[in-house]
């Protein structure tokens, strides 16, 4: 059973566009994408830590703005043939407020 921290609103995200909220587990990522869904990442591209947050987020991925590397909001999973990971987190959202998996 999770642990929610309350992070702020759907509002604060822009759509197809990101926020960074600062926590004790790191700076993470906050992306919206066009059909209000918010996924987390920590705002580190696995090629070069590039801030995902300065990317482009496009259906349910974002490209890094260092190198156009493509990575899946839902998993974090870089897209081929680049091959890593960034880390996500566990979101929820209710009554258009974002809360954050603290486990």
Same mark, same amino acid.
């Given at each position: 059973m999770n642990d929610w921290l309350?992070?702020?609103t759907l509002d604060d995200i822009p759509r197809l566009g *990101?926020? /960074? /909220? @600062? =926590?004790? !587990?790191?700076?993470?990522?906050? !992306?919206? =994408?066009?059909?209000d869904e918010v996924?987390?990442?920590?705002?580190?591209?696995?090629h070069k830590a590039g801030p995902l947050s300065q990317g482009i /987020?496009?259906? %349910?991925r974002v490209t890094c703005p260092l190198h156009?590397? /493509?990575?899946?909001? @839902? *998993?974090g999973a870089v897209v081929a043939p680049d091959v890593g990971c960034a880390?996500? !987190? @566990?979101? %929820?959202? @209710?009554?258009g407020r974002v809360y954050l998996a603290r486990s």
């Open positions: 309350p992070i702020g *990101s926020r /960074v /909220v @600062e =926590t004790v !587990f790191g700076d993470i990522a906050l !992306f919206r =994408t066009a059909a996924f987390a990442l920590r705002d580190r591209c696995p /987020v496009h259906g %349910k156009n590397w /493509v990575l899946e909001l @839902e *998993s880390q996500r !987190f @566990e979101i %929820k959202l @209710e009554d």
